[in-house]
């Protein structure tokens, strides 16, 4: 059963042209994460949601924006998008009860910028 | 300081041997220690996880060691198999990340020669 769901799973923007990635969860999990990951590294968390509260990493360039507008999806939009951003794009959630800090990951966007 | 640092960065291993990877952290807020295992174009997938509670878990040829003294974890797996290929992150969370964020590890990628 498809839990984190992604889309689309291959996306080709031109540089500079607004892009929007997608995510849905089944899970019913108040926290969405999106994360860039480029290769051969660690995935980057870019900024999270929890419940709708916005969280941006220090670092996320403004070029990256994102939306949640219901519990289920979470939007991921790349103004501009350069050469550099190109990369794999995840989607997580998590369930903020307790002691319990289990991310599970969607497939992923694989993003190309010519 | 929030770094994980994980080693080595590549492991090649003979069918049926055993793979160690090994993580050290500094933030003595973490509480929580997961292991994610990444084939290529896919998300991470949550492989195991840990609390410092305990020393050592398993899940099947999966182990993780944990030795709270010295800020380390290991992930072993037994009898490595060829489809147990795959790029494997360490990572650590704890009460005080905001919205349960994961503080990853570089990347460990195994290749299991049959």
């Known amino acids: 059963d498809a839990m984190v769901i992604q889309n689309p799973r291959y996306q080709v923007t031109q540089f500079g042209k607004p892009v929007t990635l997608s995510c849905s969860q089944t899970l019913n999990h108040n926290v969405m994460y999106w994360y860039q990951q480029k290769s051969s590294q660690a995935p980057k968390l870019l900024f999270h949601?929890?419940?709708?509260?916005?969280?941006n990493e220090a670092d996320t360039p403004d070029n990256f924006q994102s939306r949640r507008p219901n519990t289920s999806f979470c939007f991921l939009d790349i103004r501009s998008p350069g050469l550099g951003d190109a990369a794999m794009y995840l989607c997580?959630?998590?369930?903020?009860?307790?002691?319990?800090?289990?991310?599970?990951f969607g497939p992923g966007t694989r993003l190309t910028v010519t | 300081q929030q770094q994980v640092k994980q080693s080595p960065q590549s492991l090649i291993v003979q069918k049926g041997g055993i793979s160690i990877i090994n993580c050290a952290y500094e933030?003595?807020?973490?509480?929580?220690f997961p292991w994610y295992q990444q084939f290529p174009g896919k998300g991470p997938a949550l492989l195991i996880a840990?609390?410092?509670?305990?020393s050592e878990k398993k899940e099947g040829r999966f182990t993780i060691s944990f030795n709270k003294s010295a800020k380390q974890f290991s992930l072993h797996i037994m009898d490595s198999q060829p489809g147990d290929s795959a790029t494997y992150f360490c990572a650590a969370s704890g009460v005080e990340a905001a919205g349960n964020k994961l503080t990853f590890g570089g990347g460990t990628r195994v290749l299991v020669k049959p």
């Open positions: 949601y929890y419940d709708k509260d916005f969280n």
């Open positions: 997580a959630t998590s369930r903020v009860i307790g002691l319990s800090y289990e991310q599970y």
């Open positions: 840990i609390r410092p509670d305990v």
């Open positions: 933030n003595t807020a973490f509480d929580y």
